[in-house]
């Protein structure tokens, strides 16, 4: 009896050791193919922190010898990407705390009373899930133009703040809160708005985070809009900006110094990441519909 | 927490008179009517913005578009369905953008099997996968001046790019990359590829994990291979996030912008020009507004139209909310 289970076991065990050096190839493999196909951004770092002469005679090295940090100071000590920054960060959360505002007021709204023409209204919200921003521009930007607002960050903030998939999202989310918790509030006098501050809220953390970094980020990267808006130095994000540095500094006498650019402008936005990893990971398959 | 936003509720009560004619008015509704007045201060803020920036400029756009529109507003004279007329019969570049357009569509398929290919790579049990699920996505979350910069340095002609620096150090002949039509869509095409594929590896992702262990149980314990638990059990389970994502990548892709700005310009000699990229180039190089609305307007149906046909596809197979 116990001969017969310390061979199972050793049979276990030899198989658990199997186990891990097929997991450990596997990931070798795996991480052979990570640096392949990360191999561009690896070029950009050691790019980034190369010479310029060195550069001229040849591109096409991983490893920054003679190492430089005079792109970086350089870029750094420019005060225009601090400013870029400054404004991708003050246009960013902003436009991301508005959104959740007025949006999770119409949501409530939508998922909690009853009212007159509440069909059509929701309808008509969701009719914006199906109208690309790049369609329908040209009309926001006459307005701007008629208002003389464009050069400034409220004309980057403003448009996209009423969105119709965060209107959806969160209607779905609200509708799910047990309607019991509101009555009891409301037993106790307590009106519609403050029923929405102090139970719907709370109970909406998650989704509203989740909804908050997806804001965020389509803000931070968004182009269109504030390229054609944003014209003059000053008000420009961080994404316009590389665009605009990259075209004036050219790219055959300041390599480095491009490169230097691209990685500051990434970086802020990946730190990002790292930080709300998780919520990222999981927000996606929230803020697709497909969970 | 909450006893601090009673207190702040509480002291709030002292505006209570402002409010005194609205809570009359209010008492004198129906039920219903009560909840509408409630609602629609609730949706005011949203519908105010959503009105300007959205439902209108739906209609502004048409608008605009039967005009001859110069972006300054100097020169404005009502041009009836001209600029349609241009567009459609003689405008050989807008035609050439929208066949352009077309092909971006088809090239981006290939990226949904890319992601389904990189999720079946990932989804294994193994300590330690999860740091490669965050680097296949990591590209995603940059912006795309970023990732247009890198690509197109690594694609630059002659020695000026990696790829080409290295093709000449192994005594090759440079391609150029970035200066033939054909290549220069592949270069855009695949970049967005690079950019884009963790988004569906994620998704399909999320719904590999939704297949039950137990149905590949009972296909093992019936004797069904690899091929066959693949073709019978997770293709059929992972119908959502395929409908879901080809109906996204034709819509992305029919919106590819920033790409080709910072790459190509729309060049060389527009074979990378899209529609999103003509309707920049007109309105805000040539400042035709309206002609630029017109192509707007044909890429606004062209959309919706798709958005329906899902609709419709999602409802029919019981896919979707």
Redesign the interface.
Known sequence: MSTVSSIGDEMRQQRAQQDKIRHRLYLFVLAIFALIWMSPVIWTVVTSFRTEPSLQRNLASFIPVPFTTENWTFILSSGNLWKWFGNSVIVSTIHTLAQLVVCSLAAYAFARLDFYLKRPLYLLVLVGLMVPFQATFLPVYLLFSNLKLHNTLIALILPGIASSFAVFLMTQFFRGIPKELEEAAMMDGAGRFRIFITIIIPLSVPVMTALAIFTFLGNWNSYLWPLVSATSTEVYTLVIGLRKVSQSWGFVDFYGRNMAAAIFTALPIVIFFFAFQRRIISGIAINSGIK | ??GV??LI?NALEIFNPIFAPYRRFNEKLSP??Q??L???I??A??????S???????F??IW?SLHRWE?M?TNIQYFGLKNYERLLTVDTQFQQAFGQTIIFVALSIPIIFVGLLFAL??N?P????GI????????N??????IG???S??F?SD????LN??IV?FGGESIPFLNRGDLATIVVAFTTL?WTVG?SM??FL??LQ?IPDSLYDAAKVDGANRWHQFRYITIPGLQ??FA?LSV?QV?AS??I??QV??MTGGGPAGNTRTI?YN??EV??EYFQ?GY??AM??I??VI??VI??IQLAVFRDQGV??
């Open positions: 927490m909450s936003v009673d509720f219903k009517g909840q509408t409630t609602a629609f609730f949706i803020p949203f519908g105010i913005l959503y300007i920036f959205t439902i209108l400029p739906i502004q756009t605009i972006i507003g790579m990932l294994r193994i300590k330690g996968i490669f699920r965050t680097i296949f996505y990591l590209p979350i940059i912006a795309v001046t970023v910069l890198i690509w340095r690594v630059a020695d000026r790019g990696l620096a290295i150090n690079w988004f994620l998704i999320a719904g939704d959502r996030p879901f996204l819509i029919f919106q912008f920033g700005d910072v999103v309707i920049f309105s805000f507004v630029g609305a707007a307007v890429m606004l959309l919706m958005s329906i979707g909310n």
